[in-house]
């Protein structure tokens, strides 16, 4: 009997984070692309926003378009200390964080301009790093603490370009709708 999951097009707007069977160069340039794109199109999404929009949750139960910027500039600046560890030291075990009880500190309520500059200068070092690697690097890797999983460092490129994806859609979708 087969069993088919419906995805909540609210929670996932792209779908779900599908790991990749191969990572052509092609894809990884495309990944690459997405990082690098994505600052610009965040600000241009969330510019001109009121403060009662950015106050607006992207789905009955989810963050606000604040929390979601917040919350991508706190998860990138994650991800580039992951990657570093991967280049830098012997499959390591990465940190995680609770990223629910992040969206609920005080810096969360700020002006999203902050997490806007952030963004974008993390976002020049990843595509700094990621242009920079040999195919050796790519195959480096981490431990996730929550799963045992070895992660590849293409697979969490495919994993970021995905996530940033995945948040620009709840941004624009709401908006959208306003």
């Not at 706190?74 to 012997?90: V, Y």
């Not at 195919?135 to 996730?144: A, G, P, S, Y």
Request: no cysteine.
């Amino acid at each position: 009997m087969s069993t088919t999951q419906t995805i909540d097009p609210l929670q996932y707007p792209v779908g779900k984070f599908v790991i990749p069977e191969t990572y052509s160069p092609e894809a990884i340039q495309g990944w690459i692309n997405v990082i690098r794109e994505l600052p610009a199109k965040m600000r241009t999404a969330v510019t001109g926003l009121t403060d009662e929009q950015l106050a607006t949750q992207y789905r009955p139960g989810g963050w606000t378009i604040r929390q979601v910027v917040h919350h991508v500039a706190d998860s990138h600046m994650n991800s580039i200390i992951r990657f570093k560890w991967a280049l830098t030291e012997d499959t390591p075990t990465i940190k995680a964080y609770d990223q629910v009880k992040w969206a609920q500190l005080a810096d969360y309520k700020l002006p999203i301009e902050s997490s806007l500059i952030m963004l974008e200068g993390i976002h020049q070092h990843l595509v700094a790093l990621f242009e920079s690697f040999t195919d050796e690097q790519w195959n480096r890797h981490f431990i996730h603490p929550e799963t045992g999983a070895e992660i590849t460092l293409k697979r969490n490129l495919a994993l970021y370009a995905w996530h940033s994806q995945h948040h620009l859609a709840h941004i624009t979708n709401t908006v959208t709708g306003f």
